[in-house]
């Protein structure tokens, strides 16, 4: 079996599409154009890379986007004003503050400062809350983008075996939340997992976000299974050279699985088209307007 390739590229180019739209009713119809706000504190490479992307894309959407980049001895004080300032500004409907924090600075006192409403990284308690619950929350993106590529590969997910390799809280405990949701049932496992191999044989769904190279082989694979790879690691290439791989042998996995991601180009570029989605759902809840269909858990 050769599996199909889930193309997350144009996957999230459709999503910025209806994102796009969105934005674009929202300013003839009702005046109101969706604002995300980007806080940066200090000059990591690969969040300042990151920052950059989220800009463009937001305002190649349409939309405002505001980056306030601080420097890395930024106070708590200072940054706990600029939060307050953004949560009170009715142009910025959507806030996220780049992690890692510098480690003097508290991130969980961080995050939970942002208005629930406007945090569209989904990672305040109470909307960690709101999706262990089951109620209306904002999700987080990477996890939203697995959601939107599983349904619509699949259609329903109900009662499909579902393995969520990995425990973080921004990736591996909302996936598994939302496949909850959608009616899977959910196996959790991480590096204390006994016979993780047998663990994920056994699922119809495997997301894999460990952070580990190549961890997950073909053989671990239930033939005809969907594998969605989370993970974003730069190998040795040999020659002086890197390349990027996921946490699943790509390889070996694609001649047994139904359907699976690649890296790159797969789960990668629907984190920020989730980010849009979710500033425009922020956005339109905030009015009290219809939310976009498609683009929400
Ligand atoms: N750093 C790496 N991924 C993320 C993310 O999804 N949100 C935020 N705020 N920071 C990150």
Redesign the pocket.
């Known amino acids: 079996m050769t599996a199909t390739i889930i193309d997350g590229k144009a996957f999230a180019a459709t999503v910025r599409e209806k994102v796009a739209t969105h934005v674009a009713r929202l300013k003839d119809e009702h005046g109101i154009t969706p604002g995300l706000a980007v806080v940066l504190v200090g000059e990591d490479p690969a ?1 300042q890379v ?1 920052v950059r992307s989220k800009g463009k894309q937001t305002v190649e959407a349409g939309m405002k986007s505001v980056e306030h980049k601080l420097p890395a001895d930024t106070s708590e004080a200072h940054l706990l004003a600029l939060i307050d300032e953004l949560n009170n500004d009715s142009s910025i409907h959507g806030i ?5 924090l510098p480690k003097h600075l508290n991130e969980d006192l961080v995050i939970n400062a942002i208005n629930p409403a406007k945090d569209v ?1 989904g ?1 305040h308690i109470s909307n960690v809350g709101l999706l262990g619950t089951g109620q209306k929350s904002m999700v ?3 996890p939203l983008g697995c959601l939107m590529m599983l349904r619509d590969h699949h259609g329903s997910l109900s009662g499909l075996d579902a393995v969520v390799i990995g425990r973080s809280n ?1 990736v591996g405990k909302p996936m598994a939340q939302l496949l909850l949701g959608d009616s899977c049932t959910v196996t959790i496992a991480h590096s204390r997992t006994k016979d993780l191999p047998d663990v994920v044989r056994r699922a119809d769904i495997v997301v894999a976000a460990v952070g580990r190279p190549q961890m997950v082989p073909g053989d671990w694979i239930k033939p005809g299974a969907t594998v969605i790879d989370v993970g974003i690691n730069r190998i040795d290439a040999g020659a002086g050279k890197t390349r990027l791989v996921g946490d699943v042998e790509f390889d070996s996995a694609s001649r047994v699985a139904g359907a699976i991601t690649p890296v790159p180009g797969g789960v990668g570029p629907m ?1 920020i088209a989730c ?1 849009l989605a979710n500033t425009v759902t922020a956005c339109c809840r905030m009015h009290g307007l219809a939310e976009p269909e498609g683009l929400t858990a």
């Open positions: 969040s990151y996220l503050v780049q992690l890692p990284d990672f987080p993106c990477t921004i984190t980010l």
